[in-house]
């Protein structure tokens, strides 16, 4: 099974950046869903943005949204996660996530990866 690696996070101002990266072990078919959820203790993971490979259609939470962009390179096996803008409350473990599903379910905001793969997570925290 193929396994996600994620870097990039740590600790920034409000108004600041970080690039996260998810690196997969091995190469991830073009149908499959791949991107971020994010959780903080005691709340339920949150999915904050969604790429499908065959065409890199896209898909942000409403939070996120003008401030996040998600990005693929195939040839490195590698998305990516560009946050501009942070805020406090961005502040989270940030989780890569990979699924083989339908693009409708991955960029139709349903996507929950119920049956994928996950990421060790990468801590984000955002001081005000």
């Known amino acids: 099974q193929v396994q996600l690696s994620e870097s990039g996070g740590g600790s920034v101002q409000a108004g600041g950046s970080l690039r996260l990266s998810c690196a997969a072990s091995?190469?991830?078919?073009?149908?499959?869903?791949m991107g971020w959820f994010r959780q903080t203790p005691g709340k339920e993971r949150e999915r904050v943005a969604a790429?499908?490979?065959?065409?890199?259609?896209?898909n942000y939470a409403d939070s996120v949204k003008g401030r996040f962009t998600i990005s693929q390179d195939n040839a490195k096996n590698t998305v990516y996660l560009q946050m501009n803008t942070l805020k406090p409350e961005d502040t989270a473990m940030y989780y890569c996530?990979?699924?083989?599903?339908?693009?409708?379910?991955?960029?139709?905001?349903?996507?929950?990866?119920?049956?994928?793969?996950w990421g060790q997570g990468t801590q984000v925290t955002v001081s005000s």
């Open positions: 996530a990979a699924e083989r599903t339908a693009p409708t379910y991955c960029t139709g905001g349903m996507w929950l990866n119920l049956a994928g793969t």
């Open positions: 790429i499908y490979t065959d065409d890199g259609t896209t």
């Open positions: 091995e190469y991830i078919d073009s149908d499959h869903c």
